[in-house]
């Protein structure tokens, strides 16, 4: 027969309550009585009726996660880092895929309401009042990560702004005269919720303009032409900067594809610090996304609005680091 918590309480001499917090990780026990009830629990092979749980306390311990895909590395590393963080905190999480559908994203978010997780953590497709409309009528707490979706609802952002400055001011001063600025999801604008892409360009124009640098910003998704166009013409010392690693890669590849050296004919340059770096040739040249801080504040965040904290303030953005590699 299963053990019950009532049974675990009685063959530790504590009560139901005392069992219960430290089963689920929370204060007001003894560190000794909490280790002494959890060895009891792992020998005895007790295991919670998370349904009876759920019935009885309301919650279930779980928090769910929508984000854009797996394939950008970015996303799977956030996700990882998320789950991390809550598997800390005695919660598990549900991971669903919106693939940049505004629709689907919708879906998502009820489907993880549907399933009663305690709180939600997504990198937004949508925007607007309609859909912030959405998000408040939704039963459980929702913090957005990355884009944000209103400043008066949950974010957790980094710097991208002051980030993409500092970049710009640091390509300067290695004597670049010229830079091309790719950002293919610029090509969504007023399409979807691109919040921090919007924030990176905002931060690249002040910049340059600041600089006096002449630029050129290739949005569209398919870039490849003019970007080996606009790089050809070499009349002046030009850098590439990207708005995320996935775009610097696609450009070495189309570069090194058109026999144009990195960093000596020009100078490349990405934003997130992608694991995978460490495979490429020359090393590039990047800003680092705080990617575990991100998910350790998101998840402070979600846990306060969990616990009712109904006025839990959004922290500061979070700063982003230049990482100086090769490429630039």
């Known amino acids: 027969m299963r053990m019950t918590s009532k049974e675990l309480a009685r063959i530790c001499g504590v009560s139901i309550g005392t069992v219960d917090r430290a089963l689920n990780h929370r204060p007001g026990i003894k560190p000794e009585t909490k280790e002494r009830i959890l060895t009891v629990s792992r020998e005895l092979g007790y295991r919670p009726h998370l349904v009876?749980?759920?019935?009885?306390?309301?919650?279930?311990?779980?928090?769910?996660?929508?984000?854009?895909?797996?394939?950008?590395?970015?996303?799977a590393q956030l996700v990882n880092a998320v789950e991390r963080e809550a598997k800390g905190a005695g919660y598990f999480v549900y991971l669903t895929l919106s693939h940049h559908d505004l629709s689907n994203e919708r879906d998502c978010l009820e489907h993880l309401a549907g399933l009663n997780v305690d709180g939600i953590l997504i990198v937004p497709t949508n925007r607007g009042s309609e859909f912030i409309r959405f998000i408040r009528n939704l039963p459980v707490p929702v913090v957005a990560v990355g884009n944000r979706i209103s400043p008066a609802l949950p974010f957790v952002g980094i710097q991208d702004r002051e980030a993409m400055k500092h970049a710009v001011g640091f390509v300067a001063e290695k004597g670049y005269t010229r830079i091309v600025y790719v950002s293919p999801p610029l090509s969504y604008r007023g399409k979807e919720n691109i919040y921090e892409v919007e924030e990176r360009l905002g931060g690249f124009r002040e910049a340059v303009k600041e600089r006096g640098i002449t630029s050129v910003v290739l949005r569209e998704k398919h870039f490849a032409d003019t970007l080996l166009d606009v790089v050809g013409a070499k009349h002046a010392r030009t850098a590439v900067m990207c708005s995320?690693?996935?775009?610097?890669?696609?450009?070495?590849?189309?570069?090194?594809?058109?026999?144009?050296?990195?960093?000596?004919?020009?100078?490349?340059?990405?934003f997130d610090d992608i694991d995978i770096l460490k495979y490429v040739k020359p090393p590039l040249t990047t800003i680092s996304y705080p990617i575990n801080e991100m998910a350790r504040q998101a998840f402070l965040l979600i846990l306060r609005l969990m616990q009712g904290e109904t006025e839990a303030a959004s922290p500061p953005l979070i700063r982003a680091q230049m990482v100086v590699r090769e490429s630039v």
């Open 244 to 270: 995320s690693d996935i775009y610097a890669l696609q450009c070495l590849e189309h570069l090194s594809a058109r026999g144009i050296r990195v960093p000596e004919e020009v100078g490349l340059l990405g």
């Open 52 to 75: 009876a749980r759920s019935l009885r306390t309301g919650r279930t311990k779980t928090v769910g996660v929508v984000v854009y895909d797996l394939d950008n590395r970015f996303f």
